[in-house]
């Protein structure tokens, strides 16, 4: 993977972000029982370049990205058919006036040759008019690319999202520690720490849905603009 901006700021990040739980874990339990293989094992060379620590952060910057996506994307935007770009392109949605929406319907038959059902016909059946809106805005990324701002919010978009995934992924371990600390290898100072971690991130993840939203609307909203400024 290419440790380019996006991807240091939309995945890494959060990655570094959800890793305090697992540090817990490993550092008052796992290194005190099992310290010297532990050891051991994170000097290991996968390849001559990369170690097991680094496979391990890959791994979670993955885990991330899927809880985050089968939790809040998929759940939230119903794969794609309620994202922002659908529903700012719908024309009984009030964001844009009538007639810019119309514009932006003309412009998109121009450019992709695909018509956006009228306004009877979505009143009539709203998913087929989704669907259409979602095939259009495909093609509308591709156009628009990374833009002026796109890039940039589409940066902070993926940051949020995968932020709320590894929220709940760290509130997961959090809960472990919590029982381990507590009842079987009782460590006070361990089982502070993970109850301080356990309600931030718990906190952190009843607003994921919030965040992600506020983040979508953001982006959808600049992608527009920068499609409507777009010339052939």
């Not at 450019?111 to 956006?116: A, K, L, Q, R």
């Not at 259009?136 to 902070?156: M, T, Y």
């Not at 991130?201 to 777009?230: C, D």
Request: aromatic fraction near 14%.
């Amino acid at each position: 993977m290419k440790l380019d901006s996006y991807n240091l700021i939309a995945r890494a990040f959060p990655a570094v972000l959800s890793i305090p739980p697992f540090f817990i874990l490993y550092y008052f339990l796992l290194r005190p029982l099992i310290g010297n293989f532990i050891g051991e094992l994170l000097t290991i060379k996968i390849t001559s370049d990369i170690t097991l620590p680094i496979v391990l952060f890959f791994l979670l910057m993955q885990l991330n990205r899927i809880v985050s996506k089968e939790i809040f994307e998929k759940r939230i935007f119903k794969d794609g058919l309620y994202f922002p770009t659908t529903n700012f392109l719908l024309h009984l949605n009030s964001y844009y006036t009538p007639r810019y929406t119309k514009k932006i319907h003309a412009k998109i038959k121009s450019d992709f040759g695909i018509d956006i059902p009228s306004k009877i016909a979505e009143i009539q059946d709203s998913e087929y008019t989704r669907r259409s809106i979602v095939e259009a805005v495909s093609h509308i990324r591709i156009k628009v690319g990374k833009g002026f701002l796109l890039g940039q919010h589409n940066s902070e978009y993926g940051f949020v999202r995968n932020f709320s995934g590894g929220n709940i992924i760290a509130t997961v371990v959090s809960l472990l520690n919590i029982i381990i600390f507590l009842w079987i290898y009782p460590v006070n100072l361990a089982l502070l720490m993970s109850c301080i971690t356990f309600s931030s991130y718990l906190i952190l993840s009843l607003f994921g849905k919030k965040m992600i939203i506020s983040m979508g609307n953001n982006y959808a909203k600049v992608l527009i603009q920068e499609y409507m400024s777009t010339t052939e």
